[in-house]
């Protein structure tokens, strides 16, 4: 059992959407599954649905949910399942340490929850490439 629940894990893939084989996302960085960038897909040019939904719940746990996690804990915060899966979603797009240092994250550790707030604060990285990306936008 993960840090992250299914529906985090359904919720990344609705956006990242899946492709078999390696593509260049709209920066240029090669791209493979359900939008996995990093060492993991190196040497890979396809993998199967079943292999990306794998990698990707894997990823998500151990590259993203565990540092959260411990920040949290370092921090002695804890937050419900849909808030912490919303930060491990949120990292997966803008890496953990993007996630830190960002005003959303100080805001949720402060204890903010009104929602204008918090919806800014997710809206604020919804650019790519310096131009507002609408898909970016829709899934904060």
């Known amino acids: 059992m993960g840090l992250v629940s299914k529906q985090c894990i359904d919720f990344v893939k609705s956006f990242e959407g899946f492709s078999a084989n390696v593509y260049l996302d709209i920066v240029n960085v090669p791209t493979l599954g359900y939008g996995m960038t990093g060492k993991e897909i190196q040497g890979l040019k396809y993998v199967t649905e079943e292999q990306a ?83 970016l936008l829709r899934r904060r």
């Open 53 to 135: 939904s794998s990698m990707l719940e894997k990823l998500l746990n151990e590259n993203y949910a565990m540092p959260i996690k411990r920040n949290l804990d370092a921090n002695r915060f804890s937050l419900n399942q849909n808030e912490f899966d919303a930060l491990v979603s949120m990292a997966y797009n803008i890496g953990v340490s993007g996630l830190l240092g960002s005003t959303l994250y100080k805001n949720v550790l402060k204890g903010i929850k009104d929602k204008p707030t918090i919806t800014g604060n997710f809206q604020a990285w919804s650019n790519a490439g310096g131009k507002q990306v609408p898909g």
